[in-house]
Nanobody, 112 residues
Framework: QVRLVESGGGLVQAGGSLRLSCAAS??????MGWYRQAPGKQREWIAT???????NYADSVKGRFTISRDFSKNTVYLQMNSLKPEDTAVYYC????????WGQGTQVTVSS
């Protein structure tokens, strides 16, 4: 199991930006994803970066969010721009495949 620690969340006004980080205790040379869970809803996938660097996004965040990573730091990032109140959620990262445990997530709250 690789331990994942998300950080960078906070309270931001609509239209603002945040950069989330996900620090891994082991190698991230794999397909990595960001997910989020809003109150009362199931966790949903929002972005993936493959081992070769290809990225894919959910329609709800396409054009506003950017996933990236730094292999030397075993860290995955999520740059979030033009934030909307509906982006309010706890954000998690994890390997796209396999059964790695989830981290504690980081809370993002967007006020209108």
């Amino acid at each position: 199991q690789v331990r994942l620690v998300e950080s960078g969340g906070g309270l931001v006004q609509a239209g603002g930006s945040l950069r989330l980080s996900c620090a891994a205790s082991g190698s991230i040379f794999n397909d990595m994803g960001w997910y989020r869970q809003a109150p009362g809803k199931q966790r949903e996938w929002i972005a993936t970066i493959t081992s070769s660097g290809r990225t894919n996004y959910a329609d709800s965040v396409k054009g506003r969010f950017t996933i990236s990573r730094d292999f030397s730091k075993n860290t995955v990032y999520l740059q979030m721009n033009s934030l909307k109140p509906e982006d309010t959620a706890v954000y998690y990262c994890n390997f796209v495949r396999g059964f790695n445990s989830w981290g504690q997530g980081t809370q993002v709250t967007v006020s209108s």
